[in-house]
């Protein structure tokens, strides 16, 4: 009776709404024969679809559902309890957001054909049920499909039978509920794909043959996706991509990301909070830009892991660390993989990278870090930019080679202090490389730490984006390479002033165990319009090619003579006269006939007027006075002439300035001027000037005390120098210290104590002993001053060796620098030779010799033009004369070990009473005369 009730009702209900030609029972079966409206709830047992079908309200189907016709969803709700049949004229029309329930189970639905209709963007299917497995046969519409899946597993493939070509799925969704079991598409294009909740298993995601432009995973652990893609969207999520695939963007959040094949990367991509691990022998390649970026606090981070390669193309950029973090810069991110790289490429952090030792060059990338650390081994870098701020560092020690590889140094001048590019535990080799300096005021330097070497291989070059300024710069020496523990190799590294490109600016790079200078060599004063390079425009001829006032030797305009730069030394074995340097004179005449006649008042380098200079740069009056030189005599150090050379100095940086000089085959380090930071109260900021100082000046000096007649010639150890400080008074006396080093040749085997750094007294016109010296453990020569001038290491006590023959100034000379400083080395005084005992024609006499003789055994040599004498009342013996005991060498004055090594200056013999004297700088020794033969020493 109920039955027959419901039949009724449901006969009288269908007929009201025109169908009285399908059978349709209300919760029993229906079999709709024509077209059909649902807009209220309705519940069937089965239906069959032979008509067109319009859902709009809630349809429940508690067994199956077969489809010969079209099905319009209209915004309704399709419930189907058991199986879906669709045949091959069904087709489903979606309009709206509608759904498609199957509840706990899985359905299959064959030859599937969906068209979706056009609803302002809102025509979706939504999906609900454990597993649907579909094949699409056709796949179309006026709105792009969106599919809206809340289900375990879900399959969609295009089925081999169909002919029709499927549009792509704008939008696939899958919320999987914590329960994924799989998803797999095939032969289909989705456009944006959405996988979330499936944080508890994932056995796969197979994605093989569809193109998917957009893939976001939401809380999903995947085994595995495989397909190419164009933007993969992540959300704590575990991923492995285990197959090859190409994938534009990748954009990921609190998830992980494990590469098991080889994966392209083709778009900007963004990692957040996810660790990237690339498995065993596989391979990342970046084509584009891909950040990895964190919020951990943890001071190492590792970002990439695993034993697999990162590729970088031209256009790959690996960026880690977030730059809007104000923590990442204290942070070390870590790659423990390969890296392979070309032209192009670019690693960058504002932190530190840390990565394992590399097999192979990396060729072409410019890395940017705070830090760069490598763990072990090796580091080959070529045609690279390495731009780090801090250090270059091996964890456990290793070799770092670098070939035509750009190293930038630098930083802002007015940063407090130093922050030097400091390279530890690592021995760097540096083959054509280029030093890239902006900062030509005062760059920071690239300084050897503990545990490191650098070796040159070959050239160095500069880059610099201010080349204008260089145009600016002259005789300007910047610090580049720097190694307290002097433990640069430069294998001979000799460099010529090279052209910066497009410009006049000329640069060397000047090399020494302790550093690596870099010399600007151009015009800071004025060009005259013959080209030459002077300090004011008055030095400059007019456009005639006369001069206003008087005309320098060089062609430079004076207004005194005086004024004029210094002429240059003449050449060994030639005369120096008003009207130039001869070889054929053996005196000057007195009245200069000339084309070019000197005024006198000219300042000259080498020798005085009327002056020979002999092969190792002493001055006589007679070239026959001259010493062989390598047999008996070696160059005399005054010869030194350190180039002009300014050099930046700023009172908050510890600095340590070099000593130029030119020797043959080109510019060398002489020394170094340590100026510690704060050495003055204020703050000061300009450049250190350290030129040669004329031998007409240095001639018209008083000699010290100790050294009575002799001049800075005989008793030089060191070049002598000038050093001044720009728009600072001569006569500061300094807060702290300055340390003065010199390469003095064969110090170790000077005595020291005789020794001491003089300058020159400009109140008195006196050179004056600033302190004693000492020996470094590389051999040179330390001293300090409170203050600049004149300097040069000089002998500290009355040379104990006979009386040059030539006239005062002139008994030796040297090839001077103008320093403030001079390093003088001083004689050993013996117990007997201490009195004031002397012969005195020297000092007056112009040619000949003298001799003389007193009670108490001693005599005297000199130069004069008559037979001059002199004598000597002491007892003591001075140096020459009767030895009380002829036998016997004095022990003041030589060694037995000392033979005659080290012997460094001409040899002086008088025979009188068959005793000779042989002095050096610093000692004297004397020997009997046999009939037969001289003894040995």
């Known amino acids: 009776m109920k039955h027959s009730k419901s039949l009724l009702l449901a006969l009288i209900g269908f007929c009201l709404i025109g169908q009285c030609f399908s059978l349709c029972i209300l919760n029993l079966i229906c079999i709709l024969e024509s077209d059909t409206l649902i807009s209220t709830p309705t519940s069937y047992t089965g239906i069959t679809v032979k008509a067109v079908l319009n859902l709009s309200s809630i349809l429940t189907i508690n067994g199956d559902l077969i489809c010969e016709s079209t099905i319009n969803l209209l915004g309704g709700t399709l419930i189907i309890t058991n199986a879906i049949q669709l045949k091959s004229n069904c087709k489903i029309n979606v309009k709206d957001h509608t759904q498609i329930q199957i509840g706990s189970r899985s359905v299959t639905m064959s030859n599937l054909s969906i068209n979706f209709q056009s609803s302002n963007g809102n025509s979706v299917v939504e999906w609900l049920g454990d597993g649907f497995e579909i094949g699409l046969n056709a796949l179309t519409g006026d709105e792009t499909p969106k599919f809206l899946f809340k289900s375990k597993n879900v399959t969609i493939s295009k089925e081999p039978t169909s002919t029709s070509v499927l549009s792509a799925i704008e939008k696939l969704s899958i919320d999987y509920n914590n329960s994924f079991l799989g998803l797999k598409l095939s032969g289909i294009s989705v456009n944006e794909m ?91 390649n970046l084509n584009s830009q891909l950040s990895i970026l964190t919020s951990a606090t943890t001071a190492v981070q590792s970002l990439i892991s695993g034993t697999g390669n990162i590729a970088l193309s031209s256009a790959g950029n690996l960026q880690l660390g977030d730059s809007l973090s104000s923590l990442t810069s204290s942070l070390t991110f870590k790659l423990e993989n390969q890296i ?87 021995e760097l080799n540096l083959k054509n490389a280029i030093l890239k300096i902006d900062n030509l005021e005062l760059p920071n330097r690239l300084n050897l730490g503990v545990g490191s070497t650098l070796q040159l291989v070959d050239q160095l070059s500069l880059s610099t984006n201010n080349p204008t300024s260089a145009d600016q710069l002259a005789d300007l020496n910047l610090i580049t390479v720097f190694s307290e523990e002097n433990n640069i190799l430069c294998n001979g590294f000799i460099q010529n002033a090279t052209n910066l490109v497009g410009l006049n600016s000329l640069y060397q790079f000047i090399c020494d165990d302790k550093m690596i200078v870099l010399r600007l060599n151009n015009c800071s004063g004025v060009r005259c319009m013959d080209g030459r390079c002077v300090n004011s425009i008055e030095n400059c001829p007019n456009p005639s090619g006369s001069c206003p006032n008087l005309t320098c030797w060089n062609g430079d305009c004076t207004t005194d003579f005086k004024l004029c730069p210094a002429t240059p030394a003449c050449q060994a074995n030639q005369l ?92 060398d380090i002489y020394g170094y001027i340590h100026v510690p930071n704060e050495f003055i109260p204020t703050y000061y900021f300009d450049k250190m000037k350290i030129t040669q100082v004329d031998d007409s000046f240095l001639d018209s000096v008083n000699s010290s005390i100790e050294w009575a007649e002799y001049n800075f010639r005989d008793v030089s150890m060191s070049m002598i120098f000038d050093v001044s400080l720009n728009n600072l008074a001569s006569s500061l006396v300094f807060d702290k210290p300055i340390q003065i080093e010199l390469k003095v040749p064969d110090a170790q085997l000077l005595n020291l104590t005789n020794l001491c750094l003089f300058f020159v007294n400009t109140t008195s016109n006196q050179w004056q002993c600033e302190s004693n010296v000492t020996l470094t453990n590389r051999n040179t020569i330390v001293a300090t001053t409170p203050h600049f001038t004149n300097f040069g290491v000089l002998v500290n006590s009355k040379p104990q060796k006979p009386k040059p023959t030539s006239a005062p100034g002139t008994s030796s000379t040297t090839t001077t620098s103008s320093s403030t400083f001079v390093s003088l080395t001083q004689t050993a005084t013996s117990n007997s030779a201490t009195s004031t005992a002397s012969s005195t024609p020297t000092t007056s006499a ?21 037979s001059g004498s002199g004598s000597a009342s002491a007892s003591s013996s001075t140096t020459g004369g009767n030895n009380p005991n002829p036998n016997v060498d004095e022990p003041e004055y030589i060694q037995d070990d000392e033979k005659t090594e080290g012997w460094t200056t001409k040899k002086t013999n008088h025979h009188i009473n068959n005793i000779g004297w042989r002095c050096s700088y610093y000692r004297c020794g004397c020997r009997i005369f046999h009939y037969k033969g001289p003894e040995t020493w």
Do not use: M, W
Not at 348 to 364: A, D, F, R, V, Y
Not at 650 to 665: A, E, F
């Open 576 to 667: 120096h006269c008003q009207d130039g340097c001869f070889s054929n004179r053996t005196e000057c005449p007195s009245v200069c006939t000339g084309p070019l006649c000197l005024p006198i008042e000219t300042p000259y380098q080498g020798c005085p007027l009327s002056n020979f200079i002999c092969p190792n740069g002493t001055c006589v009056t007679n070239v026959n006075e001259c010493c062989t030189l390598g047999i008996d005599c070696y160059p005399i150090q005054s010869n030194l002439k350190p180039v002009l050379s300014l050099s930046p100095v700023q009172t908050t940086k510890d600095l340590v300035i070099p000593i130029i000089y030119k020797k043959i085959g080109g510019l």
């Open 340 to 426: 392979s790289t070309v032209a192009g490429s670019v690693i960058s952090t504002i932190g530190s990278l840390q990565i394992p030792s590399q097999n192979n060059p990396l060729s072409g990338v410019a890395v940017f870090a705070k830090q760069l650390l490598v763990n072990s081994g090796q580091l080959l870098l070529q045609d690279g930019l390495l731009n780090i701020d801090q250090k270059i560092e091996f964890l456990t020690k290793g070799v770092a080679n670098l070939t035509n590889t750009v190293i930038k140094v630098g930083t802002s001048v007015t940063s407090a202090e130093f922050i030097d590019l400091l390279v530890e535990n690592l």
């Open 846 to 866: 112009t040619g000949g010799n003298g001799s003389g003789s007193g009670s108490g055994s001693g005599s005297g040599s000199g130069s004069g033009s008559g």
């Open 194 to 284: 959405l996988l979330s909740n499936a944080d508890t298993q994932v056995p796969f995601i197979d994605i093989p043959n569809i193109s998917i432009q957009n893939i976001t995973l939401n809380k999903i652990k995947a085994n595995g996706i495989d397909n190419s893609f164009q933007v993969l969207n992540i959300t704590q999520s575990l991923v492995k991509l285990n197959n090859a695939i190409n994938i534009a963007n990748i954009v990921s959040t609190l998830s992980s990301i494990d590469i098991e094949s080889t994966i392209t990367l083709d778009g900007i991509s963004k990692l957040v909070d996810t660790p990237l691990s690339v498995i065993g022998a596989n391979q990342l």
